[in-house]
């Protein structure tokens, strides 16, 4: 090889070197940017036995970025379905003031009746008491309703968000593929739409699969959302019961509400539609039984006036809404003499047979087979259940998240240290092409002066 020949292999080493180095400083400087995926820069020799850069390479592990994906999407359902739980339990359960309580207050008030069953005072404090544990049924029931509004408005808001980020995803698809066509280097494009992607994934559960030409298709719940430069928008409606249904609007209307178990989304629904649901029929169901029996029992009673066959509460329609529509007979209102504590009116004014029998409500099998208070227990630890279960979900999703990120870290994120370790590696190679060029430099200007 002559000293021409060698003067450009210098200069090649010089350039490729340099251009190494750029890329490693790029690497540093966007440590600790979201979504950005390390580059390499890949070299190779020339035919003239000098070396230049092949190109810049993602270090992008696909399948650790979709595990990550993944367990994104796991994280955020069940996440989004405790909090949802921890507001019902302290709307069903509170510390104080519960529904069970104020039933119990009203037993105890019947109780207390019993015992002097001519006190005006007690016979007033009976009223008040129905009214609260009206009120306490009414005001739940009225507040899981509120709960379920804001968990439907929040899934039509997420429902927007992954919608513009299709959008998005379909407009870096478009921009991708034209700059691979035009020889250019998408990568920081491709960092943006793996972010978008994750986004979608933490919001409905995602996985993409990146065709030749650098475009994504995109797959959730079972339909294509992104394809090509185009985007399939998600919209949701309410079936006749009030639940959430979800479609994917693309050549045709698909419904995917069945399928909708992930993210976001699925973790609201689930939350909302199963769980909410449910534990709004137990509350009307309780409050239809508990009218009834107390009903069935009062009206039997006479009050001082020696009147019968008043109720205690407004009777319920159905047993759908029973617990919102939960009230105090308004006939009893300001008239303590209406109470029916006596069962006969010969034991008036005294009598204390039926309110003996409404005391006795509170631990008497009255409610399909179960007692009043073991009838709300059963409410409370349904909610507390299914609580606990949805926050153990959260804590090991939490767990096998963070191993997904520490694999995905370790495949496709920057780490300071192999930086450090190819900055100083670039370094010394870019010297020592420069010394091969100061050396070549000094033997052709001997090689000059001995003419």
Do not use: W
Not at 212 to 235: C, H, I, K, Q, Y
Not at 303 to 315: E, I, N
Not at 319 to 340: C, F, N, Y
Request: charged share 20%; net charge negative; hydrophobic share 45%.
């Amino acid at each position: 090889m002559g000293l021409f020949s060698l003067l450009g292999t210098a200069r090649d080493g010089i350039l490729a070197q340099s251009a190494a180095l750029t890329t490693t400083g790029q690497n540093i400087a966007n440590v600790s940017t979201p979504g950005y995926v390390r580059r390499r820069a890949v070299l190779e020799s020339t035919q003239a036995g000098g070396v230049r850069v092949a190109m810049n390479q993602r270090t992008f592990d696909r399948f650790a970025f979709g595990h990550l994906v993944g367990q994104q999407s796991k994280l955020a359902a069940a996440e989004a379905r405790s909090y949802a739980l921890t507001e019902i339990e302290t709307t069903l359960a509170p510390p104080n003031g519960s529904i069970g309580d104020s039933a119990m207050a009203l037993v105890q008030a019947f109780n207390a009746l019993a015992a002097f069953p001519v006190d005006p005072s007690l016979r007033a404090d009976v009223i008040a008491k129905t009214q609260n544990l009206a009120t306490t049924i009414s005001s739940t029931a009225k507040a899981l309703e509120t709960t379920g509004e804001n968990l439907l408005g929040r899934a039509r808001d997420v429902v927007g968000e992954v919608n513009a980020t299709l959008s998005q995803i379909a407009d870096l698809n478009k921009q991708i593929a034209t700059a691979l066509g035009a020889g250019g280097d998408p990568s920081g494009l491709r960092d943006q739409r793996d972010l978008a992607i994750r986004q979608v994934g933490e919001r409905v559960g995602a996985q993409a699969v990146e065709g030749p030409d650098g475009r994504v298709t995109l797959f959730a719940a079972g339909s294509v959302l992104v394809e090509g430069n185009g985007f399939s928008a998600l919209s949701m409606d309410l079936d006749a019961n009030g639940a959430m249904r979800f479609f994917v609007n693309g050549a045709t209307k698909n419904e995917i509400t069945s399928r909708i178990d992930t993210g976001m989304l699925g973790g609201l629904r689930e939350a909302r539609d199963v769980d909410l649901a449910k534990m709004r029929d137990k509350v009307d169901a309780y409050a239809f039984d508990l009218a009834n029996a107390f009903n069935a029992v009062h009206s039997t009673g006479y009050g001082t006036d020696g009147v019968t066959g008043r109720d205690l509460f407004v009777p319920p329609a159905t047993q759908k809404g029973a617990a919102a529509s939960m009230a105090i007979d308004p006939a009893l209102v300001d008239h303590p003499e209406r109470i029916g504590a006596a069962a006969s009116t010969n034991e008036l004014p005294g009598g204390n047979g039926v309110a003996l029998q409404l005391g006795n409500l509170g631990t008497a099998p009255a409610f399909g087979g179960t007692t009043l208070a073991d009838r709300f227990a059963d409410i409370a630890t349904d909610i507390g259940l299914r609580k606990s279960a949805a926050r153990a979900e959260c804590e090991l999703r939490t767990d096998t998240l963070s191993v997904a990120e520490q694999l995905e870290g370790s495949a496709n994120a920057v780490s300071l240290e192999e930086e450090m370790v190819d900055l100083a590696q670039y370094q010394r190679a870019f010297e020592a092409s420069t010394k091969v060029l100061r050396t070549v430099d000094e033997l052709l200007k001997t090689l000059m002066e001995s003419f």
